[in-house]
């Protein structure tokens, strides 16, 4: 079936430093790919998206790119603030039956001042 | 704010009380999901509905039984559950149940089961 595998956190960092949480995917047909943040005691917000290869999903300075071929989706940033400071999923979109996303287990950010 | 509620914000209960999680959207959605965040796993989907219509059970245990009275409210009824049971349970709205429509979280009824 299909997966989503990010790569296991935490990760902690400085502020302005770069940011980058690994994700690769296994999945029959083509698709979509999401990010997802959450801040601590709520619930999930859509960070960026891309539905299908070479598609450079962006928003609040994060960025990724749906990498068909090696199947990625890494998310970036050039300068993290601690404001960023989260849990990211990474997830996709499984077509079998009714829409719903497949998610990573989630990678935990903190961005030290 | 995303629009979702979610009430209780928290919840104790023993393994033989039966309680029900409620979970409200603003948006005007047609698709409401329930999911399960517990510690060190991936977010598991549970339930599925779409104009107050099942469309997907993920072999969740009969514990947990979920209602949709109209497009705005969905209820998961919970009663007999193990301590394995204890998560976070996020309920989640979009307009209609397909790939291009964004998923609205709720923040989420911490369970705990003693």
């Known amino acids: 079936g299909n997966s989503v595998t990010q790569m296991e956190g935490p990760v902690t960092l400085s502020e302005e430093a770069f940011l980058t949480i690994n994700c690769t995917y296994t999945?029959?047909?083509?698709?979509?790919l999401f990010w997802y943040v959450q801040y601590p005691g709520e619930g999930l917000q859509l960070l960026l998206k891309a539905t299908k290869a070479d598609d450079k999903g962006s928003n609040k300075g994060f960025e990724a790119t749906y990498r068909k071929e090696t199947t990625s989706f890494h998310l970036e940033k050039g300068s993290v603030q601690v404001s960023d400071s989260a849990v990211y999923f990474c997830a996709l979109s499984d077509d079998q039956g009714a829409q719903k996303l497949v998610f990573g287990q989630g990678t935990r950010l903190t961005i030290n001042p | 704010e995303t629009g979702v509620t979610q009430t209780p914000r928290h919840l104790v209960m023993g393994m033989t009380n039966k309680k029900s999680l409620k979970c409200e959207q603003h948006?005007?959605?047609?698709?409401m999901y329930w999911y399960k965040q517990s510690a060190k796993k991936p977010l598991e989907l549970m339930f599925v509905y779409s104009l107050e219509e099942r469309v997907e059970n993920n072999s969740v245990p009969s514990r947990f039984s979920p209602e949709c009275p109209n497009s705005s409210h969905l209820f998961l009824h919970l009663h007999t559950l193990q301590p394995e049971d204890s998560a976070l349970y996020l309920c989640?709205?979009?307009?209609?149940?397909?790939?291009?429509?964004?998923?609205?979280f709720g923040p989420g009824t911490r369970l705990t089961v003693t």
């Open positions: 989640a709205s979009s307009r209609e149940t397909g790939d291009s429509y964004e998923q609205y």
């Open positions: 948006l005007g959605h047609n698709a």
């Open positions: 999945a029959t047909g083509y698709p979509s």
